[in-house]
């Protein structure tokens, strides 16, 4: 029996092997750099495990209307039978 391994599967078997030798990769980015050594030094792998930069979601505050008529839409906690919004159009939209 024969069996072949391309690059990727050399890599994804090293890391595979790296995680089960207790080394926890998880929110951890892994570089595989193969050399092929001459005679006896065979071939070698260096793995390069660093932590992942965490991405930040920064909540930007919508715009502030400026316009008197859009800066407040009344709620409809806020109509009472007897007032009627200037705008029923912007009520609803």
Not at 15 to 40: C, E, F, H, P, W
Not at 46 to 66: H, R
């Amino acid at each position: 029996m024969k069996l072949t391994f391309d690059s990727s599967e050399i890599e994804q078997a090293l890391i595979s092997y790296v995680s089960t030798q207790g080394i926890d990769l998880s929110n951890k980015s892994v570089s595989v750099s193969m050399t092929a050594g001459r005679g006896q030094n065979g071939y070698s792998a260096e793995l390069d495990i660093t932590t992942k930069k965490p991405t930040s979601v920064s909540a930007i505050p919508p715009p502030v209307s400026t316009d008197s008529k859009e800066a407040h839409t009344p709620l409809l906690d806020e109509l009472t039978e007897d007032s009627e919004p200037e705008d029923t159009e912007s009520v609803f939209a």
